[in-house]
T-cell receptor, first 107, second 116 residues
Framework: DQQVKQNSPSLSVQEGRISILNCDYT??????FLWYKKYPAEGPTFLIS?????DKNEDGRFTVFLNKSAKHLSLHIVPSQPGDSAVYFC??????FGDGTTLTVKP | EAQVTQNPRYLITVTGKKLTVTCSQN?????MSWYRQDPGLGLRQIYY???????DKGDVPEGYKVSRKEKRNFPLILESPSPNQTSLYFC???????????????FGSGTQLSVL
């Protein structure tokens, strides 16, 4: 049974607007999460992480929110830029990856 | 430059012909692992190694072998490849696996394998 789910395979937003990528998990024992970004023909690269003792972590245009009661986290990108177009993976400890969401930011 | 190096980038082979995909990291990381990425299935772990001479199965180990004789190298071996092993493979390493939000992985650029 998949422990980390990204239910939206793709997302398209206009440049300058907010991108919101969602991730749900099933194991309440998970105590931290990471997001990775992947461009075509490259390996994934670490983007941002969050510990379960926090409900928010911010790094520049990227903010991750964690709702432990709902077992849900989201990645916000504000403002979105065309260079943000990539596949985004949510990951739980060990790590366990979601299937990824392909973000397209249109100029 | 700190990096994880995989070779080859592209490989076409035939069923049953043994092959090895090499992986090397220059960051002195203890943890190394292999993943495969298939459409709609995300990244699935094949094998991982917490340190030299220590390897463990991941989620999809069937048909694969690994070895960790040196800290920097973690080759992936397909003794008898089959078409269902056609996939995009990634090697990764980490210095902080299991240590909380710092357990970020550093990935290689990937190996696209086609088994005919």
């Amino acid at each position: 049974d998949q422990q980390v789910k990204q239910n939206s395979p793709s997302l398209s937003v206009q440049e300058g607007r907010i991108s919101i990528l969602n991730c749900d998990y099933t194991n309440s024992m998970f105590d931290y999460f990471l997001w990775y970004k992947k461009y075509p023909a490259e390996g994934p690269t670490f983007l941002i992480s969050i510990s379960s003792i926090k409900d928010k972590n911010e790094d520049g245009r990227f903010t991750v929110f964690l709702n432990k009661s709902a077992k849900h986290l989201s990645l916000h990108i504000v403002p979105s830029q065309p260079g943000d177009s990539a596949v985004y993976f949510c990951a739980a400890p060990q790590p366990t990856f979601g299937d990824g969401t392909t973000l397209t930011v249109k100029p | 430059e700190a990096q994880v190096t995989q070779n080859p980038r592209y490989l076409i082979t035939v069923t049953g012909k043994k092959l090895t995909v090499t992986c090397s990291q220059n960051m002195n990381h203890e943890y190394m692992s292999w993943y495969r990425q298939d459409p709609g299935l995300g990244l699935r772990q094949i094998y991982y190694s917490m340190n030299v001479e220590v390897t463990d199965k991941g989620d999809v180990p069937e048909g694969y072998k690994v070895s960790r004789k040196e800290k920097r190298n973690f080759p992936l071996i397909l003794e008898s490849p089959s078409p269902n092993q056609t996939s995009l493979y990634f090697c990764a390493s980490s210095s902080a696996m299991g240590r909380g939000p710092d357990e970020k992985l550093f990935f290689g650029s990937g190996t696209q394998l086609s088994v005919l």
